[in-house]
């Protein structure tokens, strides 16, 4: 099978904007994007999910998608996946999140048990300790301050090895992804991202579905040691750590990744 674009999205009733790939019968999995981003950051690692269904969407007031309709929080994200789930008549899926979309499925599966196959939690942060976690709350505050793009040419250095920055246009299209975001919904969801975590850590009841936890060596938002936590948590989670890359590892190396989730729920499945 193969995956071409662009393509035509939907739009749900609450404005998200959405697609379904592959065979009607295929495996569901729902692919959530990171803060500042679009679902075209998955187009990469489509071809390694030929044969599943697979449930593309934008973020409130990311890409083309509506802005939230309440201050956003990891809820609101939650519930915008419900609402899409039911909008396309799915009662289940596996649930693949990058980063704060890693955050948004923990949320999904704490609010929406029965729904959720699996979860894959693609370098998401977690527990940051004191001292990270008022840098991170500084950063979002600065975009409030002063605009979307205030820390965007720090983050890419954060997010990509210098090899790739140079000779890739990773740089330029995250640049325009971020183009795309209206100012106040992500001013909202920085702050969720930066601040979201406190009620990820050890939840009661815990997470309890299987679960894949997968960041890069050099991730420095996103660390090994935060997948460490996360995984600890949750009971039979399966841990990964890629070598060398940087946050948007997935962009770089995208069959490192893929393949690595794509054989995960393959294993779910049997």
């Given at each position: 099978m193969t995956w071409t674009t662009p393509r035509v999205s939907e739009r749900a009733p609450d404005g998200t904007a959405f697609e379904v790939?592959?065979?009607e019968d295929g495996t569901r999995v729902v692919l959530i994007h990171g803060l500042g981003l679009s679902r075209q950051l998955w187009?990469?690692?489509l071809p390694a999910f030929a044969g599943h269904r697979v449930l593309l969407y934008d973020l409130y007031g990311h890409g083309e998608s509506a802005p939230p309709p309440e201050a956003a929080s990891l809820t609101v994200f939650s519930d915008q996946?419900?609402?899409l789930m039911d909008h396309?008549?799915?009662a289940d899926a596996h649930i693949v999140g990058f980063s704060i979309g890693g955050m948004i499925n923990r949320r999904f599966a704490l609010d929406f048990r029965a729904r959720v196959r699996s979860l894959v939690i693609l370098?998401?942060?977690h527990d940051r300790g004191d001292a990270a976690q008022a840098a991170v709350e500084a950063r979002a505050q600065s975009v409030r301050d002063q605009g979307a793009f205030s820390t965007f040419d720090a983050a890419l250095k954060r997010w990509f090895t210098p090899g790739y920055l140079e000779n890739s246009d990773g740089g330029a299209l995250v640049r325009h992804w971020r183009g795309q975001v209206?100012?106040?919904s992500y001013a909202q969801t920085a702050w969720v991202l930066a601040h979201g975590v406190r009620e990820l850590i050890a939840p009661i009841p815990a997470v309890d579905v299987?679960?894949?936890v997968m960041t890069c060596e050099k991730d420095s938002g996103s660390t090994p040691a935060m997948s460490e936590g996360i995984a600890a948590e949750i009971a039979g989670a399966e841990l990964v750590i890629v070598p060398e890359l940087q946050h948007l590892g997935l962009m770089e190396r995208?069959?490192?990744f893929a393949a690595r989730v794509v054989a995960f729920l393959e294993r779910v499945e049997r």
């Open positions: 790939l592959g065979p187009e990469a690692h996946i419900a609402a396309v008549g799915w370098n998401s942060p209206d100012a106040e299987p679960t894949l995208p069959e490192l």
